[in-house]
């Protein structure tokens, strides 16, 4: 059973057997080993993924016993998914002797005084009722070991942010943080940044193809020529808008300052700047002020940003989802927009990767006016070598199976 190289533990194994689950998701994939190594985590995932369990069972696992003292709390912004996540761990601890409890408002305070009372492992919550109870005395968070902040994104549009803090501060310092939201506003950044210690960020995309109205293509290259395509590239497409992502803010830095020089008007988005500075880049390019916005996934993830006629990988996304989700931003609603990555020999798993995420193979296309250095990534598609590509983009086909792109042009 796949669910066993995770180190859970035997009775939550036999939970997750009971549930039927044969196969984890992709965030439990991704999460759970973090999780079990005690890491802080950001799951960028909606519901639906498979959360919860990616959260509950590597945190049931590790709470083996009933201690009767409150170690985990989870905190929801209504009182549906409470109860809900309430339902899933008592289906995933069934096996154990694991005590759990909901508590939400809208109801009497007698069953939840009584639970509360008789001493709980763990308390699923919306954060209005239980910042009651705390202040009532029937609710202590002095031991908790494990938070979860789940739908982070939702509980600030209901505004509970405030009582979210407040309910971080009554739990000890020393513990570990977990933090589930579909999109990362900047307020969110702030709860992340002041109550997680280095957190690992996983991201999960709902989609698992690309939008209809957006044409994706590769264009291989060797590594040392990657900063003269990106340029070349800039130079022949008449770009609106642009977004270039990058690995590290490192590159990112490095790749902002190039296209500075080339005279390109360039915005920088990464976690290392100043919210000040991210707030700028990030309006600038919103009102046009800025051509380019450089960014890392990190601190592009959940921006919306309309109109973005092009999106450039500069490194391809590690991540098979984070490609849907950067080449999503282009192609917005009636705008069909390009997205294109830059490949080097060394990417082909990741890029392999990406083409089984999506189901599609993405075209492989060249840079006519480019004078290109020779790479491996050039045999791909001659005769007896693996085809790379399988959707028509504008350009002319040549023999190797590639095509000159770019052909599109737009109107300023
Ligand atoms: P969630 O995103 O946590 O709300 O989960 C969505 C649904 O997927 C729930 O009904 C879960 O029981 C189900 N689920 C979660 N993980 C798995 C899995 N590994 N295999 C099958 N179903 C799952």
């Not at 036999?14 to 005690?38: C, F, H, N, S, W």
């Not at 549906?80 to 154990?96: G, K, N, S, Y």
């Not at 739908?151 to 209901?158: F, I, S, V, Y």
């Not at 491996?376 to 199976?401: C, N, T, W, Y």
Request: a positive charge; hydrophobic letters at 40%; charged letters at 25%.
């Amino acid at each position: 059973m796949p669910f066993t190289k995770f180190g859970l533990s035997e009775p939550i194994l036999e939970g997750v057997k009971a549930m039927g689950y044969v196969d984890p998701t992709p965030i439990q994939l991704r999460a759970m080993p973090l999780i079990m190594e005690g890491k802080d985590v950001i799951g960028s995932a909606q519901t639906g993924t498979g959360k919860t369990a990616a959260f509950a069972l590597p945190i049931l696992s590790k709470l083996a016993q009933s201690s009767v003292a409150t170690r985990v709390l989870i905190l929801e912004p209504t009182r549906e998914l409470a109860a809900q996540v309430e339902t899933a761990i008592r289906d995933f601890a069934r096996f154990t002797n694991l005590r759990v409890t909901v508590v939400f408002g809208g109801v009497g305070y007698g069953k939840q005084m009584d639970d509360l009372k008789r001493g709980i492992d763990i308390i699923v919550a919306t954060p209005g009722r239980l910042l009651d109870h705390i202040e009532r005395g029937t609710c202590k968070l002095d031991k908790v070991e494990y938070l979860i902040l789940d739908e982070a994104d939702r509980m600030l549009d209901m505004g509970f942010l405030p009582d979210v803090k407040r309910i971080v501060e009554r739990c000890p310092a020393k513990r570990q943080t977990l933090l589930f939201s579909a999109t990362v506003p900047p307020q969110i950044e702030s709860l992340i940044s002041w109550a997680m210690k280095n957190p690992e960020t996983i991201e999960i995309g709902a989609r698992r193809s690309p939008a209809e109205n957006v044409k994706h293509v590769i264009y291989p290259v060797a590594e040392d020529q990657k900063s003269d395509l990106l340029r070349a590239l800039l130079d022949q497409v008449n770009y609106e808008s642009v977004i270039i992502f990058c690995r590290t803010k490192n590159r990112a830095d490095r790749i902002a300052h190039l296209l500075k020089k080339n005279n390109h008007s360039v915005a920088l988005l990464h976690s290392n700047r100043t919210q000040r500075e991210r707030e700028q880049a990030l309006q600038g390019f919103r009102e046009g002020k800025f051509e380019v916005l450089v960014a890392t996934d990190i601190a592009a993830r959940g921006l919306d940003i309309a109109d973005v006629s092009h999106v450039i990988n500069y490194d391809v996304p590690q991540h098979p989802e984070d490609y849907i989700h950067r080449i999503g931003r282009t192609g917005r609603a009636e705008a069909t927009g390009d997205a294109f990555t830059l490949m080097v020999a060394e990417d082909s798993p990741h890029v392999a990767a990406i083409e089984r995420f999506i189901s599609q193979k993405i075209s492989r296309i060249k840079l006519e006016t480019f004078n290109y250095h020779y790479t491996a990534l050039f045999e791909e598609g001659k005769p007896g070598q693996p085809q790379g590509h399988d959707r028509k983009v504008k350009g002319v086909r040549l023999s190797g199976g590639y095509y000159f792109g770019p052909a599109k042009r737009r109107k300023r």
